[in-house]
């Protein structure tokens, strides 16, 4: 994070982001587990690929369902797991869910919808 050619890469992306209006942060130094993760849930990243219609859905079994794999079984009567888990994930992503981080994801991780 000091080379100087690492650090002009990053102010070159910086300005870049922002033109676009959008927000470039850089970090370093976090655990394993939470790196990854976030490599995981930046493949859930794009509404246009989960089933938008069911973010309700998710959100409201989310209210009383404490982890993934419980929020797919309230919705398996009516949406397959494989329909459900992206919408789950890209809530994640987004923050509009809450999940820790620090352990690998899956159906047991808990969730929460954001405050």
Request: charged share 25%.
């Amino acid at each position: 994070m000091r080379d100087p050619k690492v650090i002009a890469q990053f102010d070159w992306t910086r300005r870049v982001c922002s033109r676009r209006g959008w927000v470039y942060e850089t970090w370093s130094g976090a655990e394993q587990a939470v790196v990854e993760n976030v490599r995981f849930l930046a493949g859930y990243r794009r509404r246009e690929l989960v089933e938008a219609s069911l973010v309700p859905h998710v959100l409201e079994a989310a209210t009383c369902q404490p982890t993934i794999g419980a929020v797919e079984a309230a919705l398996a009567g009516q949406h397959p797991c494989e329909i459900v888990r992206p919408v789950v994930l890209h809530l994640v992503w987004s923050g509009r869910l809450v999940a820790d981080l620090r352990t690998p994801l899956n159906g047991a991780s808990r969730v929460r919808v954001a405050a």
